[in-house]
């Protein structure tokens, strides 16, 4: 048995904006500097933490967890939305490629990206990867973008539940006991 708390990165210009920025590897808006601050405080501990190796991971990271050294993991990173990439919903509304991707839930192969199913096998491998090299007992963070706690844990967390009802807000957590193969997970400590 070993613990895991997943943290959503703070807010990017971006993520206030609604933007699709998936491979984009912008830093931390005042906004996301703030709330990575005021998570901080927490005062959250854990054994080994992981992070995506993009601005915005580190830099939250870095404000949570100050004095420790991360793992850095590429399969960790946010989805690739190839021609959706850094466009708003809004900018992409009249895309037939886009409507398409929208009808299909988000499931749908995204032109130059990444359909849901591959984006959650490599975000579920690399996961599953790092937490073998967790020793039981001990407490593994995953300071990660949304997407991928969404992806990791509509495959592993227990009760199943659909793709968004994972969804975190900027710096938001959740809490789990990580068990053959399965999340466990606790309680919501923040949205």
């Known amino acids: 048995m070993k613990d895991v708390i997943f943290i959503r ?4 210009a971006g993520n206030l904006e609604m933007r699709y920025n998936g491979r984009t590897d912008e830093p931390l808006c005042e906004e996301g500097i ?21 601005k915005r991971t580190i830099e939250t990271a870095k404000a949570v967890f100050p004095n420790e050294q991360f793992i850095f993991t590429e399969g960790l990173r946010e989805m690739d939305f190839g021609i959706f990439e850094g466009k708003t919903a809004e900018e992409l509304k009249d895309s037939t490629e886009y ?10 192969e995204i032109p130059n990206g990444e359909s849901r199913a591959r984006f959650r096998e490599r975000c579920v491998k690399a996961f599953d990867e790092a937490m073998k090299s967790v020793p039981d007992g001990a407490c593994a963070a995953f300071v990660i973008h ?8 509509a495959a592993r967390a227990v009760p199943k539940r659909n793709f968004y009802d994972y969804y975190l807000k900027n710096c938001g957590t959740l809490r789990g006991v990580f068990e053959g193969g399965a999340v466990y997970l606790e309680t919501k400590t923040a949205e």
């Open 146 to 153: 949304g997407g991928v706690i969404m992806a990791v844990l």
């Open 99 to 108: 409507r398409t991707w929208v009808d299909s839930g988000g499931n749908a």
């Open 34 to 54: 703030r709330q990575a601050q005021e998570l901080g405080k927490a005062g959250l501990r854990a054994d080994v933490i992981f992070v995506s190796p993009m």
């Open 9 to 12: 990165h703070g807010a990017t």
